[in-house]
């Protein structure tokens, strides 16, 4: 598979406590790894988080004691498959509101991600 930081399909998180999330942005942190929920732009900065650890491995790929895998690869997931199509829609009729890619670069930026 491709390196992380280059991939385009849909991206989850599974937490080793078995929470699951949907990486909507994600970026390069020097701790690891700065990502976005679903619908982070309508709440506050609870939906941004870093995931410290090294990163590792092509598809899936592991940041600490995290695993990152392709949306609906080994094993659909039901319930972030569902998620991620109401993501899909709500960008396709709210294009305007949601943030440029530079806008989105540049709070991540502040948030410590690498440029």
Known sequence: M????SMKSPLMI???DGNKRIMAEYFEHPEGLLFFDVFWN?????AIHLV???YKGEGPWKIGDAV???LGCHGTDPELATLFSEWQMYLQMSAD???ADEEIKQLAISKGAVG
């Open 68 to 70: 990152i895998n392709v």
């Open 52 to 54: 410290k650890g090294g």
């Open 2 to 5: 491709a390196d992380l930081f």
């Open 42 to 46: 309508q709440s506050d900065d609870s």
């Open 14 to 16: 599974r937490f080793p």
């Open 97 to 99: 509101a949601y943030p």
